[in-house]
């Protein structure tokens, strides 16, 4: 099982940014692809980025190319999400997810392929 924590939210002026961590606890985290998703007030989650457990291969969703980076140490069982040129609308609560694999080119960006969520972590950009 892997546990995961978030951490790095707050409130940002337009065009800060952020950039957010993510913790897993448990062995296994380098078999373990993951993904960054986000879910506004009344909207429904959305995948944000993906990375495979080699950190080889990444996805982003196309609101988000070219301002996001996603990256891991597995040396640190950690996930992040760097956010830059934030808009209002990336305001939302941002989650980290886990899903065993054991293809380290593969990443997923669906949210029915996580195994493991963390609680999340409120971004907010004032205009």
């Known amino acids: 099982q892997v546990q995961l924590v978030e951490s790095g939210g707050g409130l940002v002026q337009t065009g800060g940014s952020l950039r957010l961590s993510c913790a897993a606890s448990g062995r296994t985290f380098s078999r373990n692809a993951m993904g960054w998703f986000r879910q506004a007030p009344g909207k429904e989650r959305e995948v944000v980025a993906a990375?495979?457990?080699?950190?080889?291969?990444?996805y982003y969703a196309d609101s988000m190319k070219g301002r996001f980076t996603i990256s891991r140490d597995n040396a640190k069982n950690t996930v992040y999400l760097q956010m830059n040129s934030l808009k209002p609308e990336d305001t939302a609560v941002y989650y980290c997810?886990?899903?065993?694999?054991?293809?380290?080119?593969?990443?997923?960006?669906?949210?029915?392929?996580?195994?493991?969520w963390g609680q999340g972590t409120q971004v907010t950009v004032s205009s």
């Open positions: 997810a886990a899903r065993f694999t054991y293809y380290s080119g593969s990443y997923y960006y669906k949210s029915s392929d996580f195994d493991y």
């Open positions: 990375i495979s457990t080699s950190g080889g291969n990444t």
